[in-house]
């Protein structure tokens, strides 16, 4: 599986975003699919996961953010609201074989990253 994200920039304190990631391969469907973020200087950290059914979904305490997917189009999606500047980071789609995962190492493919900036 190889993923593309996108939909990253520059959005002002309280805006919103919409990241998409784009997954090639036909197994797709089959894949518990998430989102992480790493700022400068910080670990990467999970955000949300989402089941290959799109039946369950999962989220880190406080996110303001929406993950959903689409399997026909072989597309996971986060949707981001009330955006601060600490959101700042670079953003990452990752694909796991399992179930729902939240640490790094259970996933198996990762995307190159979409960065999003958010000014005070």
């Known amino acids: 599986v190889q993923l593309q994200a996108s939909g990253g920039g520059l959005v002002q304190a309280g805006g919103s975003l919409r990241l998409s990631c784009k997954a090639s391969?036909?197994?797709?469907?089959?894949?518990?699919m998430g989102w992480f973020r790493q700022a400068p200087g910080k670990e990467r950290e999970f955000i949300a996961a989402?089941?290959?059914?799109?039946?369950r979904t999962y989220y880190a305490d406080s996110v303001r953010f929406s993950i959903s997917r689409d399997n026909a189009k072989n597309m996971v999606y986060l949707q981001m609201a009330s955006l601060k500047p600490e959101d700042t980071a670079l953003y990452y789609c990752?694909?796991?074989?399992?179930?729902?995962?939240?640490?790094?190492?259970?996933?198996?493919?990762w995307g190159q990253g979409t960065q999003v900036t958010v000014s005070s």
């Open positions: 391969g036909r197994t797709f469907s089959s894949y518990t």
């Open positions: 990752a694909a796991a074989r399992g179930k729902i995962a939240t640490l790094t190492y259970e996933y198996d493919y």
């Open positions: 989402i089941s290959w059914s799109a039946g």
